[in-house]
């Protein structure tokens, strides 16, 4: 199973911005989906924004200040966040799936720290 790995956390104030990168550690095939999550302490996992050959999705706090992109060639996907809000403070992970397979998981990376100072 594809490993993978995520970087580009960390502090910013509010307003600023981050780059979150997330690399598989063997090829992804470019069908796969390819999402970000994020888990708030006492919160339960929301979805950020996942890429497909279909469709991006975001989430709708979200929408309009992240950009999701993926480079296949790499094995990585991206997410791009601006105007962060102390609301968007969570650990973000990395999904990749086959989303065609009813009741595919896929795999997850270990998370990374966004914090988002007021």
């Known amino acids: 199973q594809v490993q993978l790995v995520e970087s580009g956390g960390g502090l910013v104030q509010a307003g600023g911005s981050l780059r979150l990168s997330c690399a598989g550690s063997k090829n992804v095939a470019s069908t796969y989906t390819m999402g970000w999550y994020r888990q708030a302490p006492g919160k339960q996992r929301e979805l950020v924004a996942t890429t497909s050959p279909l469709r991006t999705n975001y989430g709708e706090s979200v929408k309009g200040r992240f950009t999701i992109s993926r480079d296949n060639t790499r094995n990585t996907v991206y997410l791009q966040m601006n105007d962060l809000k102390p609301e968007d403070t969570a650990v973000y992970y990395c999904?990749?799936?086959?989303?065609?397979?009813?009741?595919?998981?896929?795999?997850w990376g270990q998370g990374t720290q966004v914090t988002v100072s007021s």
């Open positions: 999904n990749v799936r086959r989303a065609w397979v009813a009741g595919d998981v896929g795999a």
